[in-house]
């Protein structure tokens, strides 16, 4: 059974700091990841994906691959209010299918 | 329209209903799929199509039956419902089902909610 182990939270983060969100994933055939972004009430909607171990960034946000590991992580630098929702991480399987995690709650405090 | 459009977003159905989904995607994408959400659950994936062709199925019971009549659009029909199928129903669609790098990239759907009583 592969699986993807998230925090569920809620974690909460005051604004402005780095919110850092933790996920571990078992297929070790798992060659690409995925962060989403899910406000409440709407649909996941896709923040960035990574593939090669070490930090990729776009904006404030940052994702962090380590496969030997097992471990792919996603911060937020200069939180804000507006980050607030659950985020998801999906690594793609050998068979190219998205395997989810639960999510973390994340709550961004003025 | 643009994205992803699902209707109905809210279905309230009996157990002895029938009813169905709707999915359409302006995006010219090739892979389209039906995902159910329930609160606190990871995503589950219920069916999966490429080029109109089911690719996945992710044993599914039959009571959920899906239909894709070109690669636009796709259909969840529903019957005999039980109530833990309530759940937010999602739909998405990527470039390509099976493929490396952002071609698989998924865009959702805002989902339909469905209670069955």
């Known amino acids: 059974q592969k699986e993807v182990e998230q925090n569920s939270g809620p974690l909460s983060v005051p604004e402005g700091a780095i919110a850092s969100l933790n996920c571990t994933y078992s297929d070790r055939g798992s060659q690409s990841f995925f962060w989403y972004r899910q406000y409440s009430g709407k649909s996941p909607e896709l923040i960035m994906f990574?593939?090669s171990n070490g930090d990729k960034e776009d904006g404030r946000f940052t994702a962090q691959l380590n496969k030997a590991s097992q471990y792919v992580s996603l911060l937020i630098r200069d939180s804000q209010p507006s980050d607030s929702a659950t985020y998801l991480c999906a690594p793609r399987d050998s068979n190219y299918q998205l395997i989810w995690g639960a999510g973390t709650k994340l709550i961004i405090k003025p | 329209e643009t994205g992803v459009t699902q209707t109905p977003r809210h279905l309230v159905m009996g157990m002895t209903n029938k009813k169905s989904l709707k999915c359409e995607q302006h995006?010219?994408?090739?892979?389209m799929y039906w995902y159910k959400q329930s609160a606190k659950k990871p995503l589950e994936l219920m069916f999966v199509?490429?080029?109109?062709?089911?690719?996945e199925n992710n044993s599914v019971p039959s009571r959920f039956s899906p239909e894709c009549p070109n690669s636009s659009h796709l259909f969840l029909h529903l019957h005999t419902l039980q109530p833990e199928d309530s759940a937010l129903y999602l739909c998405?669609?990527?470039?390509?089902?099976?493929?490396?790098?952002?071609?698989?990239?998924?865009?959702f759907g805002a989902g339909s909610r469905l209670t069955v009583l």
């Open positions: 995006l010219g994408h090739n892979a």
């Open positions: 998405a669609s990527s470039q390509e089902a099976g493929a490396i790098s952002g071609a698989n990239v998924l865009t």
């Open positions: 199509y490429s080029l109109e062709e089911r690719v």
């Open positions: 990574i593939y």
